[in-house]
């Protein structure tokens, strides 16, 4: 195990601008992890890990994960406190760094196999996505579509709140999301668009219909009423509050159990 001291390391700097860098993980390949359990999670499902960084506390503490790390071929760096304090993104590190290989997008003639798939349309903040897709992959939703305007799945944010999720779910980044429609509607999947008006279907007031695809929207504007309007229904929740609206990540996971129960 190599010893890192300096935080002007290349692979230091690497991966800082992984983590920093939507465009440098495309270009790369690759993303960062942080943390004993994403990291352990990250294990369990497979991902690939090129390299990691870990503390001496971490080291000592789980010798036997380091073991089947090294078992396994990964290329270890044990890193100073100042090196973590540089590549930390959390009030509380925990000693624990991945970069990984990128994990491939599925093909979009998979997703016609699939009963139960999330769409997001222009999700703009990681950590509503993460939150998204962790109560996706707990309600048993099979896939995740992303327009190409969302925000980066694999940023660290994202990672953190969707807890492993990410690692489950197999995605899709459609770079058109109307055609996206159009092409399962023709496969005979059933949409539906979330909306806070004009509602063909109220989430808890009625005997929902076999919905494949939920589409949920950007934070601030929802979807595009075009877009709304060209899903075979369009499902609200009701309110009795005062509140105008729900925040996308709760909304979208009311409504993915109340598809799912």
């Known amino acids: 195990m190599e010893p890192i001291f300096s935080r002007d390391n290349p692979r230091v700097k690497e991966y800082c601008k992984l983590g920093s860098g939507k465009q440098t993980r495309r270009k790369l390949g690759r993303f960062t992890l942080e943390g004993t359990r994403l990291c352990e999670e990250a294990v369990r499902s497979g991902i690939t890990v090129d390299y990691a960084f870990a503390s001496a506390d971490w080291c000592s503490a789980h010798k036997e994960a380091l073991r089947s790390l090294e078992d396994d071929g990964v290329l270890i760096f044990q890193i100073s406190e100042q090196v973590e304090k540089r590549i930390s993104e959390t009030?509380?590190?925990?000693?624990?760094?991945?970069?990984?290989?990128?994990?491939?997008q599925v093909?979009?003639?998979?997703?016609?196999?699939?009963?139960?798939?999330?769409?997001?349309?222009?999700?703009?903040?990681?950590g509503n996505l993460g939150t998204i897709i962790?109560?996706?992959?707990?309600?048993?939703?099979?896939a995740v579509v992303l327009s190409r305007d969302c925000c980066d799945l694999f940023s660290p944010k994202a990672l953190r709140s969707?807890?492993?999720s990410v690692f489950h779910l197999p995605?899709?980044?459609?770079?058109?999301?109307?055609?996206?429609?159009?092409?399962?509607?023709?496969?005979?999947?059933v949409?539906?668009?979330?909306?806070?008006?004009?509602?063909?279907?109220?989430?808890g007031c009625c005997i929902l219909p076999e919905i494949h695809l939920l589409y949920i929207g950007n934070e601030g504007n929802g979807l595009p009423e075009s877009f709304a309007q060209a899903c075979r229904y369009r499902i609200t929740l009701p309110m009795k509050g005062k509140a105008e609206s729900l925040n996308a990540a709760m909304a979208a996971g009311i409504l993915m159990w109340e598809l799912t129960k």
């Open 134 to 142: 962790r109560s996706a992959d707990a309600f048993g939703f099979e």
């Open 162 to 164: 969707a807890m492993g």
């Open 191 to 203: 949409s539906a668009a979330a909306v806070l008006e004009n509602a063909d279907l109220q989430a």
């Open 91 to 104: 009030s509380g590190p925990q000693g624990i760094y991945f970069v990984c290989a990128s994990i491939p």
């Open 107 to 126: 093909e979009l003639s998979e997703l016609t196999e699939k009963e139960k798939i999330l769409c997001l349309y222009d999700i703009q903040d990681p």
């Open 171 to 189: 995605y899709y980044i459609a770079p058109d999301m109307p055609a996206f429609e159009r092409e399962m509607a023709a496969y005979g999947k």
